[in-house]
């Protein structure tokens, strides 16, 4: 199964802008990638995917590299609730999206 | 509207028992997964229903591990003669239309399995 890199954690303050980063080397160029988050004791949420160009939805923003072997996600104003594991996902192997989960970054924010 | 739903939401059972785990979809969606989460864990995939095509039960760690869809509503995971490695949280998660590279999935809130 193709793989991502990403930190153990993170930390930001609140209102701050966040920048999670993930390395995937290993994708191809069909493969979209996924970030998910999980909650303490909840499932995880979606949160957005791409494949090649830049995205931008309610929750975050999602800045792929050219080459596409890394990318980014940007949460613009850290909140409490944005406290979570986020997981960078490398959704390739299959052609019907499952979905291979890493340790993901674990996002502590301070007040 | 309604999510994924799974019952139970804990389940503590004794090794060597058997248990069932079920996972309620959410309506009209087609495509349906189970997944495991060890603790402090990423999950794990498990098995993936799509309408009447076959499972793809690639990711069943062993054979006491099987799971069942009824069409497109219901699924349960059996775990047969359950073992303390199998201590964990069961997700279920399921996709509008096909499941496809860039759907959404949309996940329920776990079955917490512990085995004694």
């Known amino acids: 199964d193709a793989k991502t890199t990403q930190p153990n954690s993170m930390e930001s303050n609140e209102e701050e802008p966040v920048h999670l980063p993930c390395n995937h080397s290993?994708?191809?160029?069909?493969?979209?990638i996924h970030w998910y988050r999980q909650l303490p004791s909840q499932g995880p949420e979606y949160v957005i995917h791409?494949?090649?160009s830049n995205v931008n939805n309610r929750m975050a923003s999602l800045a792929i590299a050219e080459d596409r072997k890394s990318s980014t996600l940007i949460l613009h104003r850290a909140t409490l609730r944005d406290a979570a594991v986020y997981y960078c996902?490398?959704?390739?192997?299959?052609?019907?999206?499952?979905?291979?989960f890493g340790q993901g970054t674990i996002l502590t924010v301070h007040p | 509207g309604a999510g994924v739903s799974q019952s139970p939401s804990n389940k503590v059972t004794e090794k060597g028992k058997d248990v069932e785990l079920r996972c309620d979809p959410i309506?009209?969606?087609?495509?349906l997964y189970w997944y495991r989460q060890r603790l402090g864990q990423g999950l794990e995939f498990l098995i993936y229903?799509?309408?009447?095509?076959?499972?793809?039960k690639s990711g069943l760690p062993s054979d006491r591990f099987s799971a069942e869809r009824t069409g497109e509503s219901v699924s349960t995971l059996t775990i047969q003669r359950t073992q303390q490695e199998d201590s964990a949280v069961y997700l279920c998660?399921?996709?509008?239309?096909?499941?496809?590279?860039?759907?959404?999935?949309?996940f329920g809130p776990g079955t917490r399995l512990t085995v004694l």
């Open positions: 290993t994708i191809s160029g069909t493969d979209y």
């Open positions: 309506s009209g969606h087609t495509a």
């Open positions: 996902i490398d959704a390739g192997g299959t052609s019907y999206g499952k979905l291979t």
């Open positions: 998660a399921s996709t509008r239309g096909g499941g496809r590279r860039y759907n959404e999935q949309f």
């Open positions: 229903f799509q309408g009447n095509s076959a499972p793809d």
């Open positions: 791409g494949l090649t």
